[in-house]
């Protein structure tokens, strides 16, 4: 089993910058590759970006690319999202997500945290 807990969401104003964490616990072998997914109220949920665990190789979302930028440390076992400029697109729960595979597609994400709010207001 692994374990997602994600911090660091909250209500910032457009142009500002935030950096969610996610603490990841349990088997390692179990995350090669971690994402970041999120989910606007009445829309379904859509990749962000991943990162793999092993060489940090990451990808991302074309509205994402430029602004945001995935990280981890392996030693803290955590995964990071720095957003910079938000904007009120970006408003949404954001989840962060373990998978075993190196580049997953996103129904091969096996483990889930709870989620963070990101608001951004105009």
């Known amino acids: 089993q692994v374990q997602l807990v994600e911090t660091g969401g909250g209500l910032v104003q457009a142009g500002d910058s935030l950096r969610l964490s996610c603490a990841a616990s349990?088997?390692?072998?179990?995350?090669?590759?971690m994402g970041w997914f999120r989910q606007a109220p009445g829309k379904e949920r859509e990749f962000v970006g991943s990162i793999t665990w092993s060489r940090g190789t990451t990808y991302y979302a074309d509205s994402v690319k430029g602004r945001f930028t995935i990280s981890r440390d392996y030693v803290k076992s955590r995964v990071y999202l720095q957003m910079n400029d938000l904007k009120p697109e970006d408003t949404a729960v954001y989840y962060c997500?373990?998978?075993?595979?190196?580049?997953?597609?996103?129904?091969?994400?096996?483990?889930w945290g709870q989620g963070t709010q990101v608001t951004v207001s105009s």
């Open positions: 997500a373990a998978s075993t595979r190196i580049v997953p597609t996103e129904s091969q994400y096996d483990y």
């Open positions: 349990g088997r390692t072998f179990s995350r090669n590759s």
